[in-house]
């Protein structure tokens, strides 16, 4: 079976901390993020946590510690710290350089539990 290599590509990201929305909005300008619960069909326990991505597989989330990718067509889309790691690295810019580190074995056990689930563990649909 062919192989195939992710081409190199500088993207602009980032980190959701749930304190940081003004940092995200002015990132993601002139889209903006969507609070969970202003999407009628679904009530999150833990709103003030995520943050809405509208993206060009419709709204996604990002929880607290993800990244917010802006893709090479100017798309935004969601990624956990531990893709983020694997897949990217700071790129030089005279600028102050973030150092991403993977999360902690528990917090990998905790996406993989929550991905094998469907959803966050403490949300209403």
Known sequence: MPKFRKKPVEINAIRWTGDNIDA????????????????????????????GIETLEGVMFASKGDWIIRGVQGEFYPCKPDIFAATYEPVATGHVEVHVQPDPPHVADAIRDIRRHGGPPNYRR
């Open 24 to 51: 995200v909005m002015g990132f993601m300008h002139p889209q903006q993020p969507i609070h969970p619960n202003d999407l009628s069909h679904m009530r999150f326990t833990n709103a003030d946590d995520l943050v």
